[in-house]
């Protein structure tokens, strides 16, 4: 059995300049940990393949293509392949998502902004 600790996990750099901690990563899957503190956002990006994104803690805004929709914890969204999509958090509490992609991400992230 493996278990990890969120916390345990070093921050990765990104282009997003937030806190990202890489949790799981198998050549099926990756779940990250990203924490959005007050006023922080994710650059618009378009991913190579699904995600799903599982709200942890606190309340933000999920943009995905044209639409956008106010997510708080235990909701689940999903995002398709292809499509631009970032997460923010315009409120005064911390954000923190769970992020799944699956199939594993082989191909580079575009970025957007």
């Known amino acids: 059995m493996k278990v990890t600790e969120m916390k345990s996990s070093p921050e990765k750099p990104n282009p997003h300049n937030v806190s990202v901690r890489m949790l799981y990563n198998t050549e099926h899957a990756q779940?990250?940990?990203?924490?959005l503190k007050p006023g922080e956002a994710l650059k618009k990006h378009i991913t190579p393949t699904d995600v799903f994104f599982?709200?942890?803690?606190?309340?933000?805004?999920?943009?995905?293509?044209?639409?956008?929709?106010?997510v708080s914890q235990d909701m689940?969204?999903?995002?398709?392949?292809?499509?631009?999509?970032?997460?923010l958090n315009p409120?005064?509490?911390?954000?923190?998502?769970?992020?799944?992609?699956?199939?594993?991400?082989?191909?580079?992230?575009g970025m957007l902004e």
């Open 54 to 70: 599982y709200i942890l803690e606190g309340k933000g805004i999920v943009e995905i293509g044209d639409e956008q929709q106010e």
């Open 31 to 35: 779940a990250v940990h990203i924490e």
């Open 91 to 109: 409120g005064d509490r911390i954000f923190r998502v769970l992020v799944v992609k699956a199939p594993r991400q082989t191909e580079a992230t």
């Open 76 to 87: 689940l969204i999903e995002s398709p392949a292809k499509i631009p999509h970032r997460l």
